[in-house]
């Protein structure tokens, strides 16, 4: 088959570039079937991508879409661009080659996007409200006496995570994972603590604090005071700079397909998909492309804590972008 015209990036190989060797050049999707999402249509919010096969993200939004390809750490750190980027949905299935790794999925995408829909971005550095993790007075912190350095965290409750030779800041992004709920935005480590700790951590899973039992509300241990109580450091919202990715350009309309490209990238079922009745993706290796963050999977009882008044809520799918 034709390979389409998606503009191919350079990417630098630093034995090739060591010894005078020209950069290879990035791989490409083949046959990409981009369209605008059809109302109703079937959504699949992660995109599913395999050598010899196809890549498929199916009504998933150009913000998102954007977060995967350019690897950004928060939505909310993307900044710029229209209103439309976290609202308007597109389908995109595309065959990749054969000898492509899935860690070349993030400089295909980038390269699709921008030929498609004209995306063009670029770096930048802004003042960001993010959640840091900080030393307390008397931090209650215990030397690491050797092991492998790992996270281990219960799906019960309470939730315990037990940490063995970690800096603060593997901690911090551990306990962002593992608190799921709790952060609606990211946790960086500003503690200037810069030894290695053993550790363990007890709190109540966000989706069980306000449950209730025969005698009354259940006890609960809010994770930030968990934090605070049991390791002597402290969790706050401020502002901080942070890398954001600034998006100068982006058409709500996708270039029309290639001349008989896609009589669907494997015998029609690009179209079937798209009007509902595909079938599901074939097995392989799963790169999610998702809310992140956003919390909109909990269905949980809502609830505010009055001395919580800086952390805010978790952000539902239907925030719009202002």
Request: with cysteine.
């Amino acid at each position: 088959m034709k390979q389409s015209g998606i503009a191919a990036l350079a990417v630098v190989c630093l034995a090739g570039a060591a010894s005078g060797q020209p950069a290879a050049p990035a791989p490409l999707f083949k046959n990409a079937d981009v369209h605008t999402s059809v109302p109703g249509g079937r959504d699949q919010a992660e995109g599913r991508f395999r050598p010899g096969a196809r890549f498929e993200a199916l009504g998933v939004n150009m913000l998102d879409l954007i977060v995967r390809a350019y690897a950004v750490r928060d939505r909310d750190w993307v900044v710029g661009g229209p209103a439309w980027l976290g609202t308007e949905k597109f389908d995109i299935i595309a065959e990749v080659p054969a000898d492509v790794r899935p860690a070349a999925v993030r400089p295909m995408l980038q390269a699709l996007l921008a030929e498609r829909f004209s995306v063009a971005v670029h770096n930048d550095i802004k003042p960001m409200p993010v959640y840091v993790l900080l030393a307390g007075k008397r931090p209650l912190l215990e030397e690491t006496s050797g092991g492998p350095s790992e996270c281990k965290s219960s799906g019960r409750n309470p939730t315990t995570m037990v940490c063995t030779n970690v800096s603060m800041e593997q901690f911090a992004a551990e306990l962002y994972d593992a608190a799921y709920g709790y952060f609606d935005r990211p946790l960086l480590d500003k503690t200037a603590l810069a030894g290695r700790y053993d550790l363990t951590l007890e709190w109540t899973p966000f989706n069980r604090l306000g449950a209730r039992t025969a005698e009354g509300p259940a006890a609960a241990t809010w994770a930030l005071d968990a934090v605070d109580k049991q390791l002597g450091l402290k969790v706050e919202l401020r502002d901080e700079p942070v890398p954001v990715l600034v998006v100068d350009r982006a058409n709500r309309t996708p270039t029309a397909n290639a001349p008989g490209c896609c009589r669907g990238v494997e015998g029609g079922v690009a179209d079937g998909i798209r009007s509902g009745r595909g079938a599901r993706a074939q097995a392989g290796e799963s790169i999610q492309i998702r809310h992140l963050r956003n919390r909109s999977e909990y269905s949980g009882p809502q609830f505010a804590k009055p001395d919580r008044g800086s952390v805010r809520r978790p952000r539902r799918a239907t925030d719009q972008r202002s």
